[in-house]
């Protein structure tokens, strides 16, 4: 499994398809298309050639949010974890100090036990008709340390 940055229409048509797939089978409403920029990356997770879980993270400042998570199930951790050393690799590169994201309620351990994350919010996803939510944030230089911790393991 590989992981790399979206370039091109057809890397967001693959991410924004999986995720539409996703989001139907989770029976959330579909989420909003991603767009390119200079303050956002979208990450794609995959085995040989196919997207298999996708990951965007929008920057600001010496703060990032990851935002809109779609993973297959038949790959869920190999792609989270994937997905999460992509980004943890993206916001040092780019010397982002915090990071923030919104989780569903049963993946809150997982954020937490290998990325140190912390939980500042609980509530719903308002713009999802009211599907459970936590709202997580870390500091992306003790999440690399965590995250490393947590590999060697």
Do not use: H
Not at 85 to 95: D, F, P, Q, S, V
Not at 96 to 114: F, G, K, S
């Amino acid at each position: 499994m590989t992981v790399r940055i979206a370039r091109n229409p057809a890397d967001f048509e693959a991410a924004d398809g999986l995720a539409a797939d996703v989001y139907r089978v989770s029976g959330l409403p579909q989420p909003l298309p991603i767009c390119a920029g200079e303050d956002r990356v979208v990450l794609l997770a995959e085995v040989g050639g196919e997207v298999v879980g996708t990951m965007a993270i929008v920057f600001s400042g010496s703060g990032a949010v990851a935002t809109r998570f779609a993973i297959q199930r038949r790959s869920v951790l190999s792609s989270w974890s994937v997905l999460v050393a992509g980004a943890l690799e993206e916001m040092a590169r780019r010397k982002v100090l915090i990071m923030a994201t919104v989780v569903n309620p049963a993946t809150q351990d997982r954020w937490q036990r290998c990325l140190g994350l912390i939980t500042v919010a609980r509530g719903t996803y308002e713009e999802l008709g009211g599907v459970p939510a936590v709202v997580m944030v870390g500091s992306v230089p003790g999440m690399l340390t965590t995250w490393n911790e947590y590999c060697r393991g």
